[in-house]
């Protein structure tokens, strides 16, 4: 199982005994909408941190892979620079 789809079970049910939990106590409407509010902005905050976290992730392992790419594309041409002028082919 990976890690997202636990992180998302995870998230669902603290969401779901959250929301139970504020719903079934004894308490006024507004003191109860008041506390949903206060749990949307904390998941929402929680989410925000967890999707720039990933983000992060994302964008750094893609430039690694762009600098991989491009010392690999150098070498290369490198290489090949090198064999056409061993056979004779170069320009000069």
Known sequence: MNSAKVLLGILAGASAGALLGILLAPQTGQDTRKKIKKSGKK???DLTHK?????????????????EVSEFAQQTKIKAEKLKKDNGLGTN
Not at 55 to 66: A, D, M, P, Y
Request: glycine share 4%.
């Open 43 to 45: 998941y929402a905050k």
């Open 51 to 67: 999707f720039e976290q990933t983000l992060n992730g994302v964008t750094e392992k893609f430039n690694e892979v762009k600098d």
